[in-house]
């Protein structure tokens, strides 16, 4: 067998196995209550740390809040076997009310990592949400003062503008204006989706703060005619919607460019079934069983295997000013067949697919 560390170069071809420092993800919903305890191992195998998203019923808008649910989040860790050791980061959730004091006891809690703007009315509880940053000058001010990154959805919610474009119209409007008013400001432009977003952060101004993007697996994978081609397929609707061919081919490339802006998120983002399979379906997929194995795929088929450790397991603690991992993970080159769902309690999260089986799994 063909063992390879990342550390040395090699053509992907004739891989059967490859070793990395163990990745982290960078943005991933695990919930609350009986769905945080069926999946958090998912994660929690795969992944070393992850950044754990606030969008909560009701959202965790206060470090006390985020201190309790990091508690469940480790109460729900396995305990025994790979994951135990995983480590929750936590995020606040930013509304027009968020105090810079909420700020400063984020920083000062340690384990708060970054506040996450969502647009109100952009996504899955974003009611709560930011109605006008405006609002929010102060609490910005903070945020640069004590480093604390600001975590965007990235899209508007103006109605005039069409689904597609929003994250595109988000660069210009929003997103552009607050680098420069906040030049100190660290900003994560979260699960970008088009070649716009991938512009933008490729060439962005260094004299401003530092700004990194993350990419999911399933943007990476697929484009929104494997959503409605054929009849529509509820569980690809996931936000920021699918996008061209074209947006899909760009953040390939940003992924496996090696640039370390670019960093691994998975927003795996579990619903039950039946929330999904309805007249009015909720947004998100669920990828946390196989993430590692879906980006791998992914690189390998775009013959970048190489690239693979950068970006999934060094750039994201590089932008956050965290160590890098010094476990390691191997996945194997073997085919397999994913489970269709998982059960939880009589009621079924669907597993993400793809027509064709994974190619590689991990260890
Ligand atoms: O698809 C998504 N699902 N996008 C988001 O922005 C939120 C997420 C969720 O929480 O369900
Ligand atoms: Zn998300």
Redesign the pocket.
Known sequence: MNILHQSTEFNSFGIDALTLARPDDWHV?VRDGALLKALLPHTAQQFGRAII?P?LKPPVTTTEQAAAYRKRILAARPTQGPGTAFEPLMTLYLTDNTSPDEIWRARESGFVHGIKL?PAG????SDAGVTDLRHCAVTLEAMQKTSLPLLV?GEVTDPVVDVFDREEVFIDRVLEPLRRDFPALKVVFE?ITTRNAVEYVRHADTSLGMLGATITAHHLLLNRNTMLVGGIKPHY????IFKREVHRAALVEAAISGHPRFFLGT?S?P?LKNFKESSCG????YTALHALELYAQTFDEAGALRRLEGFASFHGPDFYGLPRSIDTVTLERSSWTLPENIDIDGMSVVVFKMSKDLSWKLR
Not at 122 to 125: A, F, G
Not at 237 to 240: I, K
């Open positions: 919903h998203m969008n969502y952009t996504t899955t509880n959805h699960h609707y996931c936000l920021p927003d983002a619903h909720c947004a998100g997929c």
